[in-house]
């Protein structure tokens, strides 16, 4: 039996690598009519996604080499250098990074930056060093704000010391882009980073710094880092901007929440040191809090409660900011429609729109503390989103400021 599996194996191998030489044959043969024939591309397009499925690596790899050697061939023209490189956003690895990086000199900007792109999706560890060094040898800010971008994509910890040292630079665009990155990559020395330039920046930056600062702190909930986000969430608790206290409350309730549910806290690593158990640890290893069960026509009365209200309030100006669950992102949200679909931007500058259907509970009590005012019916929101997933002491706070509405709030959670 070993020795069928061993000869099956085998077959396998031989006829896998057979495909990848035909595959690797046809890609160059459609080589000359890129330039001006759809249906060559669409078939050229067609055979990268077919090599870029899973358990094709040999496929995929022999399409890699081939369209990325294509990129050097003296009679390819700049839109064509531009389609394979979009090709190789798909399927490129280790093996076409050489290719690519020779681009990034490239005159015409439409085909750099589309190596730049290329080199930002490309997950070998290849592709970032390429970057990396890139950006320590480019003067042009626009190109530095390219290639921020483009490391912040890849969440490269490596490139952290370079953005850092941009969060000085005299051009805003490119200190934004740093923060921007860094906030991105996250880990103490982004932290750090930031949290030194948050106050030495110019005013119109300071924004960016802090929303990047923040990000730090997300990451860190999302990680088990719950005293080093939580540390940083105090610092604008108490805050007179309203989005930035309100932020930083919505944080620090997510990252109570994330200890209190089971997950094991973690520490930064600053130096070796004898074990320990940190208060974070103790809480953690405490058995997890059950949410309350809330029946669903009473859940649809107050989600149309807070639509309503989110409604309202962004058309009045309001821009409640928080991480979305489903995306693992953190957006601002811009707009609300008749039928709940959230409108959103998200900090690398991309465009999200929601469906009410996708947004948790969690998304809904961010969603709550971000619309929140004076008015008692905005507390008694907060309250119920608060008790539906399990902050009780911090829902206790909003339901004393409810009002007339305490009442509805408590006869929800009655069992």
Not at 3 to 23: C, D, E, I, K, P
Not at 163 to 177: C, T
Request: hydrophobic share 45%.
């Amino acid at each position: 039996m070993a020795r069928l599996f061993r000869s099956v194996a085998v077959a396998l191998a031989v006829a896998g690598a057979f495909a990848a030489r035909v595959q690797a044959s046809e890609l160059e043969s459609l080589f000359p009519r890129l330039a001006g024939d759809n249906s060559a591309r669409q078939r050229f397009e067609d055979i990268c996604l077919n090599a870029a499925r899973p358990g094709a690596e040999q496929e995929r790899q022999a399409a890699s080499a081939s369209t990325a050697a294509l990129l050097l061939a003296p009679n390819a023209t700049p839109d064509v250098r531009v389609f394979l490189l979009r090709q190789l956003q798909q399927i490129g690895g280790a093996e076409a990074v050489p290719y690519v990086a020779r681009l990034l000199n490239e005159k015409e900007p439409e085909v750099r930056d589309a190596a730049r792109r290329a080199l930002e999706a490309i997950p070998a560890k290849e592709a970032g060093e390429v970057l990396r060094a890139m950006l320590a040898k480019t003067d042009d800010p626009a190109w530095r704000v390219a290639l921020l971008n483009a490391l912040g994509a890849r969440r490269d910890e490596q490139a952290a010391p370079a953005a850092a040292k941009l969060l000085s630079d005299k051009d805003p665009k490119v200190v934004a882009a740093a923060a921007a990155a860094l906030g991105k990559i996250g880990g103490p020395e982004a932290a750090k980073a930031l949290s030194a330039a948050k106050s030495k920046v110019p005013q119109e930056i300071r924004p960016a710094v802090i929303d990047a600062y923040l990000q730090c702190a997300d990451l860190y909930v999302a990680e088990g880092y719950y005293d080093e986000a939580i540390a940083i969430y105090k610092e604008y608790a108490q805050s007179e901007n309203n989005l930035l206290r309100i932020a930083a409350l919505q944080g620090l309730v997510a990252a109570e929440t994330a200890r209190k549910s089971g997950k094991p806290a973690k520490r930064v690593a600053k130096a070796p040191a004898k074990p320990t158990t940190s208060a974070a640890e103790t809480d953690s290893a405490a058995p997890k809090k059950a949410l309350p069960e809330i029946d669903s026509a009473v859940l649809e009365v107050w989600d149309a409660k807070l639509r309503k209200r989110a409604s309202a309030a962004l058309k009045g100006g309001a821009r409640p900011a928080f991480p979305i669950e489903s995306l693992r992102k953190r957006v601002t949200v811009t707009g609300l429609a008749d039928d709940g679909t959230l409108s959103a931007s998200a900090a690398d500058g991309g465009a999200v729109t929601l469906p009410w259907s996708r947004l948790t509970i969690t998304d809904k009590r961010y969603l709550a503390l971000g619309v929140l005012d004076d008015d008692p019916r905005s507390h008694a929101l907060a309250a119920f989103y608060l008790f539906a997933t399990g902050n009780d002491y911090e829902a206790g706070k909003h339901l004393k400021m409810a009002g007339d509405e305490a009442d509805a709030v408590k006869e929800a959670f009655k069992k």
